[in-house]
């Protein structure tokens, strides 16, 4: 998927998104800004990196609550788990609008799980070494 397609898929939500930087391709790595929106995402801004080489990957930080149990070592929401089969993870194909409501969904949860202490939605191990969910599928049977 090109970058261009992208950005537009992450522009048909209705959110402000705009390019910080604009590498010659998207293997190249950039770096999108998403602002706050009233309805969509109320209190929090958003800066999604994709990096050089590895695009599948996104690290998305955010402004705004915050959610330790469900972040990444570097602060970025923990999306889904590496270990997944492609089937339970985002990639570029996917498009930008199905990635932004991964991560307004995320957010969401965040926000319940501050509210309760229970984590709505799937969770993925933690921790090095971890099974992904469809090898804990297997395991379980």
């Not at 929090?44 to 080489?53: M, N, Q, Y």
């Not at 990957?57 to 149990?69: E, K, N, Q, Y």
Request: aromatic share 8%.
């Amino acid at each position: 998927m090109a970058r261009a397609e992208l950005l537009t898929g992450m522009r048909s939500t209705g959110l402000d998104v705009r390019e910080v930087d604009r590498p010659a391709d998207f293997a190249s790595g950039f770096t999108i800004q998403i602002y706050p929106h009233v309805r969509i995402l109320p209190s929090h801004s958003l800066r999604i990196v994709f990096a050089p080489g590895d695009p599948a990957f996104p690290r998305v930080h955010t402004r705004g609550p915050d959610c330790p149990a469900h972040r990444n070592p570097d602060g970025s929401l923990c999306l889904w788990y590496p270990k997944d089969a492609p089937s339970r993870r985002w990639s570029p194909g996917d498009g930008g609008q199905l990635l932004i409501a991964i991560i307004v969904r995320h957010l969401r949860w965040e926000s319940a799980y501050r509210a309760t202490s229970i984590w709505p939605g799937f969770e993925a191990p933690h921790g090095h070494g971890s099974p992904g969910l469809d090898e804990q599928d297997q395991i379980i049977g």
